[in-house]
């Protein structure tokens, strides 16, 4: 690739090519830099809403202390104290953000232990809890894609395709309750329903009790994830080149594997970041259900507790794997797709 | 809207997904309205010990009251609230993302782009987080909060399908003709967007009962005592080994609930697709 250096006179050009004044690296810089950047920009925002709405609106004293509010004013003093509710809302937003930045993020209300200590341990159970849902969730709805797109029409698709779309629309508290019913607690009585795990030991080292929540995680985005796919491979399946293939006479599975499951990838990896960055907020409601020792029940506990330190880290920390999510699956998909890269790079 | 002519009737009940949708909503609505007056007992009446047989046939909650009539009685409010808050979820999200779409430039960049900040935020976190600084939510809060969290996801949508249309002809005729801006918006492209839009509400409506009994199984209730399906859950869990049906009646209608409105949404876009909806 020649790169043109110097400025020709706008007159002078004739050639239909643009000139490129930036190597492809170069473009390549400049457009994560750019969306960097820009996931930089939506975090910042997300953290204006995060503090204010958990300080602004409402009185988080009120909430802390419930009936104690009026009969103890000493204790409202002293909480105002701790929150440094004396100085303007601006001052104090800077001063969040100033700590969050320097990775001080506060102490908590309730037990008066610096939050990053308390969320340490969390955030690496709830990455292990993510991370072991995907692992597991793609192959299956990748599987399950290929059975029904390979059955188009036939019964079997129809039934799949019915399956997966009650799933869909279910609340994952939902199907985590009857999942319990069925394997734990009233039908069969196969794994525990709640993940206990001695204080500093991960929950991962007592496999049998992280079975249903992957399970319910996994069946809560499967469906979504399985039904893209299939209508991408069936797409793929249409179009001229594995028609040609077919004609080449290459077997039908290899057309299926080689033809059609590579070219539905790109499309796939949106889906799958846009349910893993789902996940994020669907833990919430999964950890608390199976009380396990992540970050999604630690905000539950905290909201409740109105534990405001505790919530705002929580909420940035939750904020910042849907953006981060999000930004792996744009490069990702750039980098997968030929078109797309030509594109940055002239 | 041509839903409600005969012919269109006609066209719905070939239509199997939309048709079991619509049946099986209904079915759940008129439950949840009928419920409270069909009632065997009290809605806080106690008939027996907790989690045993006594009562109807499912049994008695963790205070000893009757769970059908918590059942029959706790519907309403989560059919109120998350059809509020679709409504305004809908309302709001078309709204901005019609205006973006119509008026262009940078405004509309302006605004898609706090629209992908809101987007960030997964739905649920908005509402935990005001909620942590509430005493005792309000039932009108969860119709804010779940409404908002819903908006930037329809703006998207709204403002993808209008972007469609407001380079059309009839938009330009329209303005040449010396309509205001806004009667265009009212007059031409909103008529236009019926269904994707109508799918939409039927998607954001299952999404809403979801987040709104996610909220009372969590624990956040805006009125302690009264019946409700997600609050109930909370508060039979330790009654799961014993008595079930607490936990499970409620999740239950709910789950049923959901599947309803999720095909009934999923119907719409069939019809949609086969073209022959205008």
Redesign the interface.
Known sequence: MAQVTTEQPAAATTTTEPPRRRSPWGAWAFWLARRLGLAIL??W??SV??FF???A????I??IL?KDYESSPSRVATLEDQLNLDQPLVERYFDWLGGLLTGDLGTSLSNRLPVSELIGDRVVNTAVLVIVSAVVMIPVAFGIAMISANARGKRLDQVIQVIL??L???????IG??L??LLS??VFHVFP?VTISAGGEGPWQNPGSMVLPVLTLVLAIAPYVARIVRSTLLEVLDSDYVELARLKGIPEGVVMRKHALLNAIVPSIQVVALQL??L???I??VE??FSYPGIGAS??D???N???PM?QAL?MI??AI??GV?LIADVLSILFTPRARTAITS | MSVLTTTSVRRVTRQK?LFVGMIITAVVVALAIVGPWIAPYGENEIVGKPFTHSGSFLGTDYLGQDVLTRVLAGGRSILVISVLATLLGMVGGILIGVVAAYVGGWFDEVVMR?N??AL???????A????????QPKWWMIVLLVGASHAPRVARLARGVALGLVSRDFVASAEALGESRIRVVIAEVLPNMNAPLLAEAGLRL?YS???V??LG????STDPGAADWGLM?NENRLG??VL?WG??AP?IV??VF??G???M??GITQLAEKGDDS
């Open positions: 939506t975090l925002l997300v809403l995060v709405a958990t300080a609106l409402g009185d988080p009120r909430a419930g779309l009650g869909a629309g279910v609340p994952e508290f939902v309750i009857l319990v019913a607690t009233t329903a960055a789902w994020a907020g669907g919430v409601i608390y259900l905000l539950v905290s909201v409740r109105s534990d405001i919530v909420s939750i904020a849907y953006v999000n | 997904r706090l992908d900040v960030a935020f997964p739905q649920i976190l908005l935990l987080l005001v909620l942590s600084s509430v005493e299952t009962i979801g987040m009994a996610g199984f969590l624990g956040f859950i799961l080994l079930p936990v499970l999740v709910i789950g959901t599947i409105t999720n095909l949404a999923d």
